[in-house]
């Protein structure tokens, strides 16, 4: 049963390399973007959910967590019993802030000392934890401003600790090149697998391929299993590349990454032979295949926060297997997450490629009866 299957996949792997103009878009294009998104893609903030411990509970304590309450930028989200509470609510994004204001608050601000105030902040994303620092600073400084004013005593009337965990050194690459690892896999994936049976189709050849003993499903695997290797390997070569050319810390394990990895390129797999199933040509199947690359990007949340889109567009992303491959990656990467842990994301994955591979196996089904 598998000497066919694996006839075909060695057929379609000589005919990707074979061609230039596959081998130059496995290569140069994921080049090039690595190190685009590498060093000069950046992020925006308008949301920011935060909890706060505030043992203190006095005048000036209250007063500022309503600033922080009161802000565009900011939500309480949560109010603290403990300060271990915190480290739970950043460790599951519940948070992106934990703001904790010290016992003797008040008191220190009436007798004119600084009153520390900390910030513990999530620095998984490098520019929305600056972003964070700079707002929260903002309104520190108008709270010791006013209170200064109201009350007297030297300025600055309270002090700010930072403390950012994840990304100490809030470096941006830190976040974005793990993305760039599920983006680029997609890219790679999609086009190799989309282009597949249009290629075949304007050879002439996939006819030749119908009158095998070849069943559909033989079809659907010996077209499907090459793009599931190449994106394997292409995700690796970028893994590699994101921790020895860009030094990104590799803090989990690499078994959960490559399930991740593996679900993530079998869904992709599906979507790529559908198209490549519907598709009569390969210019049909290359504007199919980015007709869905650009809003699976856009849903994803590698470059907006899922947080920050409409409601309605919140649950469109549940369907994009890109924005729980990019959960994985980053967890992985700068927290150290496990299996369990990412249990959630796995098997979303895992019923999309199902779904998608059903999809393509009806379509190549009825395009080739």
């Known amino acids: 049963m598998w000497r066919p299957i694996f006839a075909l996949i060695r057929k379609e792997l000589i005919a990707v390399f074979r061609d230039a103009r596959s081998r130059l878009v496995l290569v140069v294009p994921p080049l090039i973007q690595l190190l685009v998104f590498g060093y000069a893609a950046t992020f925006d903030l308008n949301h920011v959910p935060i909890a706060v411990f505030d043992p203190d509970h006095g005048q000036a304590s209250r007063e ?40 003797r608050f008040t008191r220190d601000l009436y007798q004119h000392r600084s009153a520390p105030v900390r910030l513990v ?37 309270a002090m700010l600790d930072i403390a950012t965990r994840y990304n100490p050194a809030l470096l941006s690459r830190w976040f974005i090149v793990p993305g760039v690892i599920a983006l680029l896999t997609q890219v790679v994936v999609l086009l190799v697998v989309g282009l597949s ?9 996939f006819d030749q391929l119908l009158v095998t003993p070849l069943r559909p499903i033989d079809l659907l695997l010996g077209k499907g299993l090459p793009g599931v290797l190449i994106g394997l390997v292409e995700a690796s070569v970028i893994t590699v590349a994101a921790t020895v050319w860009f030094k990104i810390p590799f803090r989990g394990e690499i078994g959960a990454l490559y399930l991740g990895l593996l679900l993530f390129v079998i869904a992709i797999t599906g979507l790529g032979l559908a198209v490549s199933a519907l598709a009569a040509t390969q210019q049909q199947a290359l504007l199919g295949a980015f007709l869905f690359m650009v809003p699976s ?41 496990g299996y369990s842990a990412l249990a959630s994301q796995y098997w979303p994955m895992a019923v999309i490629g199902l779904v998608t591979l059903i999809a393509a196996a009806w379509l190549f089904r009825k395009r080739t009866v």
């Open 297 to 337: 990007v856009i849903l994803s949340g590698f470059a907006t926060p899922i947080a920050n889109m409409p409601r309605w567009v919140q649950w469109l992303t549940f369907a994009n297997p890109m924005r729980y491959v990019l959960v994985i990656v980053r967890g992985v990467f700068l927290e150290g997450t």
């Open 121 to 157: 902040v999530d620095g998984r994303n490098s520019n929305t934890a600056l972003l964070i620092e700079g707002y929260a600073n903002t309104i520190l400084s108008g709270f010791a401003l006013r209170w200064t004013a109201a009350h007297g005593g030297p300025p600055p009337a």
């Open 64 to 103: 500022l967590v309503a600033r922080f309450a009161g802000s565009p930028t900011f939500s309480v989200r949560k109010v603290l019993d403990s300060e271990s509470q915190g480290s739970a609510l950043l460790d599951a994004r519940a948070v992106q802030m934990v703001l904790v204001i010290d016992p």
């Open 197 to 205: 049976v249009a290629r075949e189709r304007e050879m002439g050849t």
